[in-house]
């Protein structure tokens, strides 16, 4: 089995806005909302596109340091979270 951290998309924004996991380790995106959505670098050196309702995405996080995401659709005050890899 895959072993990943799930963090959650949800109408409240992402389940956990701050995670922390160690290098080598991924990060799944979950969709829970009926609206599109999506896990986007700030800077877009990575990105899920466009994450239908149910749909996932996969990243593993190899380099240490802080990644900042958002997603391009909703408010981006509320869709915003940190990736920080020890």
Not at 6 to 26: C, F, H, K, N
Not at 49 to 65: C, I, V
């Amino acid at each position: 089995l895959e072993a990943y951290t799930l963090v959650e998309i949800t109408d409240q924004g992402y389940s956990s806005p701050t995670t922390t996991i160690a290098s080598g380790t991924a990060v799944r995106f979950l969709n829970t909302t009926n609206e599109n959505h999506s896990a986007t670098e700030w800077d877009r050196v990575w990105g899920s596109g466009t994450m239908g309702p149910g749909d996932h995405y996969t990243r593993y996080f190899n380099e240490t340091g802080t990644w900042h995401y958002y997603s391009t659709y909703g408010d981006r005050n509320i869709f915003e979270g940190a990736v920080i890899v020890e």
